[in-house]
């Protein structure tokens, strides 16, 4: 249930209606499982989509994790994640081929514009440091 009423936040901001009855029904969430639970799905759909597609995924995972984001970041976040790493879409890309990518990039855009001021060094350094685990270091020395 906090998963469609996530995303259903997500999509009324968007829109610009009220969000803010919905906002009470998550409030209490516990967001450090939820954000756990994120961690193990997005590994394994990060091999799958690569290093670059995965790291607006991982700055978002950890600013969710972060003490300091608030509730309706949080929101945003798992909202933008869940859809973006789920098989269902409203705009299935299979029927609507380009116009079923782009409702996914227009969610993760919108969310990144609303948060990308809390995507600290500290947190990029994490970010990187996942990347290197999942796919190896980026800036390997090439031995002549």
């Known amino acids: 249930m906090t998963t469609i009423i996530c995303i259903t936040i997500l999509a009324y901001l968007i829109m610009g209606k009220n969000i803010y009855s919905l906002l009470e029904k998550v409030k209490d969430v516990d967001w450090k499982k939820k954000g756990n639970d994120l961690y193990e799905k997005l590994k394994p759909y990060a091999k799958r989509v ?8 991982l700055q978002f995972y950890f600013v969710l994790s ?12 798992y909202a933008a994640i869940i859809y973006t790493i789920s098989p269902v879409s409203l705009l299935p890309s299979a029927v609507y081929k380009l116009l079923g990518i782009l409702d996914e990039g227009a969610a993760m855009l919108f969310v990144y514009n609303k948060i990308k001021s809390n995507i600290t060094p ?11 685990e999942w796919f190896g270091c980026e800036y390997e020395i090439i031995n002549q």
């Open 50 to 57: 690569g290093r670059t597609a995965a790291k607006p995924l």
């Open 66 to 77: 972060d003490n300091k984001t608030t509730t309706l970041d949080r929101v945003l976040i």
């Open 122 to 132: 500290d947190i990029e350094m994490k970010v990187n440091q996942t990347l290197d």
